[in-house]
């Protein structure tokens, strides 16, 4: 008994620091955005001060900082649809006829650092006139989005059992029509998951944004290098522009995160 409430114990303190230094960023960043850049470098003010909405004014007013979340809004979606349309029945693909050769090829993709791609990409997407498109933009976000959906599919496909589809087709559904009325409603967890991670990690993405982006296209943390100048940084703006990147993100992450975890376990026991 001893031995169990000591336990107890360090459990609860170990989580409450873990929440500890995961939240504290987070609430300082929050604080730090309604306050001026003088109270931000006052320790006075850490938690008594007099809130101010001018940093979000400066963002969303002179900053227009809507034009670029509608980019990446804009860039997310379309890059995460495309590659659900084309990963999705791929990774259906390999998972049933075992294709193991083609499916290490394409998640190579996701070794190989995109750092190394950039400037080969730039070459070529510059000599096709595209660098500042849209395009450019959601083509590069596929590289990683679409083996990252093959990925988590195919882990899905695989732990779903095959009957289902064969007295579906004993029934006289062709082998695409088993799985698009069968195989895809029993999948939507797995497309939830494969979805909300590569959205994700489109709308956080910087590096590719940063080289390939124009001044119309550029999305949010482009966007926010504005505010970091070549003598000074607007600590104010700089946070409120940060907290207009990251609760989104996590609005997402709080309301769909049963989406992710069943996803993620399924196809994990197999047998």
Do not use: C
Request: aromatic residues 14%.
């Amino acid at each position: 008994m001893r031995v169990s409430s000591g336990y107890r114990v360090f459990r609860i303190v170990a989580i409450a620091l873990l929440l500890f230094i995961m939240l504290m960023p987070l609430a300082w960043m929050v604080l730090s955005s309604f306050k001026t850049n003088v109270q931000i470098y006052d320790t006075a003010t850490v938690f008594r001060f007099t809130p101010t909405m001018e940093n979000y004014q400066k963002v969303f007013q002179q900053a227009n900082f809507g034009k670029f979340m509608w980019n990446s809004f804009l860039v997310a979606a379309l890059s995460t649809g495309i590659s659900l349309v084309l990963g999705v029945p791929a990774a259906y693909s390999m998972s049933r006829f075992v294709m193991k050769r083609q499916a290490v090829v394409v998640l190579m993709a996701r070794v190989i650092p995109g750092v190394s791609l950039l400037v080969p990409w730039y070459y070529l997407f510059s000599n096709l006139r595209m660098v500042g498109g849209y395009g450019v933009l959601i083509l590069s976000h596929m590289f990683v989005a679409l083996p990252l959906i093959l990925y988590i599919m195919m882990g899905f496909f695989d732990g779903m059992p095959t009957e289902l589809e064969e007295a579906a087709q004993v029934d006289g559904l062709t082998p695409i029509g088993a799985m698009w009325h069968i195989t895809l409603p029993m999948s939507t967890p797995g497309i939830a998951t494969a979805s909300i991670l590569s959205f994700i990690f489109s709308w956080n993405n910087f590096m590719f944004a940063l080289v390939l982006s124009g001044a119309d296209t550029k999305t949010l943390p482009v966007a926010i290098f504005d505010f970091i100048g070549y003598a000074s940084i607007d600590w104010g703006g700089l946070m409120a522009a940060a907290s207009v990147v990251t609760l989104p993100i996590m609005v997402i992450a709080l309301f769909f995160q049963k989406y992710v975890v069943t996803g993620l376990t399924a196809g994990a026991v197999k047998g």
